[in-house]
């Protein structure tokens, strides 16, 4: 499942309180050296984090940094009068290996928002352009450097060179200096930053009938992170494997699928709720049949269009006369590339709604009635209470957005490729059955998709009024708003001040929750 920015941060500090607690032998060189190059690595980290090249920062950061040079400068001359460890080494051993770790795995989910050339890849890789982002790393950058600095007095006091005591005396003053000033300088972080998200590969995760139901909600949440990465991809052309009109086709198709089901997720979800919140999740359910609807209506826009490119959705052609065989007048229908995996991510995002209504066996492809729905008890806890269910639908309509947002792009890509054979638009005297669409036809398919996005703003904006009564947690809707003011001039449904604040209240920033497996990665030389 999806790791987020606040569960790695709560790894890290976890890790370094428990580092804090081992106590290092006062007659092995080796293992104090080891603490410190990984207590220097760590500072590093901390560094990198902060202050990314070409970045202009205001003075009282730039007294954080001073003290951070200092700290890190002291440790290197202390580490000359210590045994020389292996890189290797101190990445993964000793007490600190596993912070160090988890400091890494920060790194490489905000660098894992853009690609090798440093383009943005998902719309949440420039939410670190603010001051209350940088304040929100400030804040973890203190408790961070208040552990360091206790290991590395703890170092000092047992470690038996004078030489390299004196300089990491130096070091635990000047890191002690930076904690402060980090606090004081991160006063106004921006709570929403705990769910940055980790950007996934578009690689399709096949649901199967043999997956557990527990497991569905987090991985429909994770198929979301995918389609509005390949959407995000697709509106600034930067895909492998741009759309072709088919992938649009059966997209909107499982996407029109999908809200409704997600619609009657929500119906279930009311049966086991209380009154208010209840009767407000039904409005939400009402408002995902509308979406639905409005999916419906882009499908019937695309009816008879086809892209010759990658024909595999067309009408269905009459066979070629006997004449036409034998002079030589029929051609083999091209097969067009594989499809996109954005194609395979939609089904499988919608297999996985219905499998939490119907059970593990249900498949939309075999053409039998699906069976009666589980009961709402069953498909509330698999999903993870009411609350999580909620977010669940929620990440659905941020996912549609986004493909709502970014269809047009691709339809404006492939329309030299798009044909049809509707008559009553067939120009006078063309000789064959399929002809060009017209301009006022493409500007019909890129104007459909305006409805989805107003009809998916609306569900989400249901479920953020209904947040409070429900218990949801809006911080990834905050950070949804400011993610998408760099998609679109449109204006994305902010969480409300009352739907935040029992959220936040019961989960501070330095909140410790528990362990989650970071990635494996050491996260030195990295530019975020």
């Given at each position: ?41 760590l ?30 400068r ?33 790194i ?68 002690q ?13 921006d ?24 497991q ?27 759309l072709?009109?088919s ?26 709720a ?68 954005a ?68 339809v ?5 490729r ?31 998709f ?36 760099h ?42």
């Open positions: 499942m999806t790791v987020t920015l606040g569960e790695l941060y709560d790894v890290v500090h976890h890790r370094l309180e428990r580092a804090e607690s081992v106590s290092l032998p006062g007659d092995d060189p080796f293992a104090h050296a080891l603490a410190l190059a990984q207590a220097g690595t500072v590093g980290h901390v560094h990198l984090l902060l202050r990314r090249p070409g970045e202009r920062v205001d003075a009282a950061t730039d007294d954080t940094f001073r003290h951070l040079q200092h700290a890190r002291a440790l290197d001359g202390a580490a000359r009068w210590l045994p020389a460890v292996d890189p290797d080494i101190a990445a993964n051993g000793g007490a600190l290996g596993s912070a160090v770790e988890a400091s890494g795995a920060v490489d989910l905000i660098r894992g928002h853009r690609d090798g050339t440093g383009a943005p890849v998902t719309p949440y890789a420039l939410a670190f352009t603010t001051r209350s982002a940088r304040a929100y790393h400030l804040r973890h950058a203190s408790s961070t450097l208040l552990s360091v600095s206790r290991i590395v007095h703890t170092v000092s006091r047992t470690l038996g060179n004078h030489n390299a005591s004196i300089r990491l005396r130096t070091a635990y003053t000047s890191l200096y930076a904690s402060v000033q980090a606090r004081h300088t991160g006063a106004g972080a709570p929403a930053l705990a769910a940055f998200p980790q950007a996934l590969p578009l690689t399709p995760v096949p649901a199967l009938p043999t997956d557990p139901l527990s569905d909600a987090g991985r429909i949440r994770d198929d979301c992170e995918r389609l509005s990465r390949a959407a995000y991809e697709t509106l600034h052309g930067r895909c492998a494997q741009p072709s009109g992938d649009l086709q059966l997209i909107i198709r499982w996407r029109s699928l999908g809200t409704m089901l997600a619609g009657r997720l929500l119906v279930q979800a009311a049966a086991e209380p009154n208010e919140a209840g009767t407000l999740l039904r409005s939400c359910a009402d408002l995902f049949r509308s979406a639905a609807r409005t999916w419906r209506d882009v499908q019937e826009s695309w009816d008879r269009v086809v892209d010759v490119d990658d024909p595999q959705i067309r009408p269905r052609l009459p066979k070629p006369s006997y004449d036409m065989v034998r002079q030589g007048q029929t051609f083999r229908m091209p097969r067009g590339a594989d499809p996109h995996p194609v395979e991510i939609a089904r499988a995002s919608t297999l996985r709604v219905g499998r939490l209504l119907f059970g593990g066996g249900w498949d939309p492809d075999s053409g039998s009635r699906p069976p009666g729905t589980r009961t709402a008890p069953d498909i509330v806890a698999d999903s993870g209470g009411i609350a999580e269910l909620a977010q669940t639908a929620y990440r659905l309509t941020v996912a549609d957005w986004r493909i709502a947002v970014a269809a047009p792009r691709a404006t890509a492939i329309e030299h798009l044909l049809t054979d509707v008559p009553e638009h067939c120009p006078p005297g063309h000789p064959y059955r399929f002809y060009q669409l017209h301009g006022h036809q493409l500007e019909r398919l890129r104007n459909s305006q409805q989805v996005c107003a009809a998916q703003q609306a569900a989400a904006q249901s479920l953020l009024a209904a947040a409070p009564a429900i218990g949801m947690d809006t911080r990834r809707a905050a950070l949804d708003a400011a993610a998408h003011r998609i679109t001039a449109r204006t994305w449904a902010p969480p409300s001040a009352s739907a935040s604040a029992p959220v936040l209240a019961a989960r501070g920033m330095n909140a410790r929750g528990p362990a989650v497996p970071a990635p494996t990665s050491h996260g030195k030389g990295v530019r975020l």
